[in-house]
């Protein structure tokens, strides 16, 4: 008689053991919300259709703050929110009772932390799984652009800055080039006067020179 107990105690916890293996809950190790948005923490379990779900909770830890629950979903008593930090930020929804998940709005700072959305089973139990929420500053929008327009702005003013000193080169270059055509007439015409007027074109000439002495002076860039 003990030995028929025992194999039927045998039995039921392998039947168990098999059950509990052949469900998981699945859900995202980790989620990344910002400052001030939304963030939704998903939660599904997959098991036999023999298995009952009777009951699911949500509750939150971080570092600075305890253990607190947040929503509660029974079948039987539709969902109840508890009092905590996510109080007015948090909606329930359920796609299924298989596939559940959390909205939460507004995040703050403080939201960081573990999620555990929690099963309640028959005939295999409790089954949980943790979810762990980062929160970052809110994201820059258009920061690119942003970059993009201060390299513009950055080329306009050494643009303007460099203006002023290409006018004086150009200035200069022009004041050297009229130097230059001063300092490098047009050669004098001769005036050749005969003395004679049988004189030939082949005979001596006595001719009239007008030496001019021209100092130059170079003008470098």
């Known amino acids: 008689m003990e030995l028929c107990h025992i194999f039927s105690l045998m039995l039921i916890c392998m039947t168990l053991s098999t059950s509990a293996q052949s469900q998981q809950i699945i859900a ?9 948005g939304d963030v939704t923490l998903h939660c599904r379990l997959q098991s036999e259709s023999t298995v009952k779900i009777t009951q699911v909770q ?8 305890k253990k607190e629950d947040i929503v509660i979903h029974n079948p039987a008593h539709k969902t109840h929110y508890f009092n905590s930090a996510f109080s007015g930020r948090v909606v329930y929804t359920n796609q299924s009772l298989g ?17 555990t959305c929690q099963y309640t089973t028959f005939p295999n139990g409790i089954m949980k799984t943790t979810t762990t929420l980062i929160v970052k500053a809110k994201k820059v929008q258009g920061q690119s652009s942003h970059a993009r327009v201060t390299g ?10 460099c203006l002023p000193i290409a006018v004086i080169v150009m200035t200069k270059n022009s004041f050297c080039r009229r130097i230059l055509q ?6 004098a015409s ?17 001719m009239d020179c007008t030496y001019t002495t021209v100092s130059l002076h170079l003008c470098y860039n």
């Open 28 to 36: 995202d190790p980790e989620v990344t919300a910002y400052l001030g």
């Open 58 to 65: 949500w509750t939150w830890e971080s570092t600075e703050k």
């Open 99 to 115: 596939h559940v998940s959390i909205n939460i709005t507004g995040v703050k700072l403080t939201d960081k932390g573990k999620f």
């Open 152 to 161: 513009i702005l950055v080329c306009v003013l050494l643009l303007i800055s």
């Open 182 to 187: 001063a300092a490098n007439p047009r050669p």
């Open 190 to 206: 001769l005036s050749v006067v005969y003395e004679n007027a049988h004189d030939s074109p082949g005979s001596e000439l006595s």
